[in-house]
């Protein structure tokens, strides 16, 4: 399986974070790291542990488990990320998304069998990520937040608006070109949180503020991990990696924003003013900020330590790369009429569903458990 990530990147975060640093997850299959996992003997296969998580008779509907596909997944992870590194959080909330988006964000034609259990990954992935946060939030507390810290079992119902968002995209995919069309000009705008340009402006803010106002008193921020500008749509570029979808949909945008006949302009004026795509998204990255600053005692991070920073960023800095994508393939694909284009915004839309809808429920699931790894001799 290809690995998405550096070696480059992995040697920088090493000297940043130190050996336990958890950014230096982001390691390469290059000879010299097959070389340092070679020298484990005798062979070992790591196991992911998965403690009990919602998984309602509405979400399978839309969602099938394969335990196989997961396992496979696990045993790449472990060839391409030494062990001293491995980190369950990293592997479903960054390697898996990589993993999907990789797949879900290329041109389509209806009917994709692996949709189902791809969006099961991405509910693994959303829903273990808020239960990661809301254990570091109760591990690393600051004065004035909660205790004990609020929250409830999820529930079937709390799941429904997840499902409908799923079978909304769904049905669009495996339907006709106008309506995929249809669809990825429409999901550029829409509620907070539900538009993926509000949405990536309000994640490129979050990010941004936990890189500066918000960051750990004793943690180190990378310099140019993150950089974007408030009001130039989906332009944000990193220091780790880029996902090699977000590269090739830059391109497509890029070259739609000129082509003669495009509705690129039209498209990102909308009626003007406060619908306009930049102004939706500079209200977004406001948002973000605001709403991460040292300040909501509910979601600060000012005692985190490097290794939960480090993995707070990489997962953070990917998941805004996964929407930022999207966010490219849609206008992309609506600017010039490309159906096919559009149903790779459509898919990835409906992973991008369970990716923040389940990762809400498990913030606030009181009952949540970690996942983990286990090595095992076979």
């Known amino acids: 399986m290809h690995n ?23 390691v390469s299959s290059t000879g010299v790291l097959h070389n340092i996992a070679g020298a484990q003997s005798p062979p070992r296969r790591l ?78 992935a959303g829903y273990f990520g808020g239960v990661w946060l809301r254990n570091a939030l109760i591990r690393f507390p600051v004065p004035g937040s909660p205790n004990p810290r609020p929250g409830f079992p999820p529930s079937a119902q709390r799941f429904d608006s997840i499902v409908t968002g799923i079978n909304a995209a769904l049905t669009v995919f495996n339907g006709n070109d106008a309506g995929a069309l249809a669809y990825a000009e429409a999901s550029l705008r829409g509620a907070q949180l539900q538009g993926l340009t509000d949405s990536y402006g309000y994640n490129a803010g979050y990010l941004d503020q936990i890189l500066a106002g918000s960051k750990p008193t004793n943690a180190i921020a990378p310099v140019g991990y993150f950089i974007y500008h408030e009001t130039l749509l989906f332009d944000g570029t990193y220091a780790v990696d880029e996902i090699r979808a977000l590269d090739n949909w830059r391109k497509h945008a890029q070259q739609a924003a000129s082509r003669t006949g495009s509705r690129y302009a039209e498209i990102v004026i909308g009626a003007g003013g406060t619908d306009a795509l930049p102004a939706i998204q500079s209200a977004g990255v406001a948002r973000g900020k605001a709403t991460w600053q040292p300040q909501n005692v509910f979601l600060a991070i000012t005692n985190f330590d490097q290794p939960t920073y480090d993995l707070l960023l990489v997962t953070s800095a990917y998941f805004l790369q996964c929407i930022q994508a999207t966010g490219l393939a849609a206008l992309a694909a609506s600017a010039v009429g490309n159906a096919d284009w559009a149903r790779a915004a459509v898919r990835s839309n409906a992973m991008v569903v369970p990716y923040g809808g389940s990762y809400g429920i498990g913030l606030f699931d009181n009952t949540g458990q970690l996942p983990t790894f286990t090595w095992s001799d076979d």
């Open 4 to 26: 998405y990530i550096s070696r480059r990147a992995f040697f920088l975060s090493a000297i940043r974070a130190g050996a336990a640093g958890l950014a230096t997850t982001l």
């Open 47 to 124: 196991r992911l542990n998965l403690p009990p998580y919602p998984f309602f008779d509405n979400l399978k509907t839309v969602m099938s488990e394969d335990l196989e596909l997961l396992n496979r997944l696990v045993s790449s992870y472990a060839r391409e990320t030494p062990a001293a590194f491995q980190n369950p959080i990293d592997f479903l909330s960054r390697y898996v998304p990589v993993y999907v988006f990789e797949k879900t964000l290329r041109p389509s034609e209806p009917g994709d069998p692996s949709l189902s259990t791809l969006l099961w990954l991405m509910h693994l």
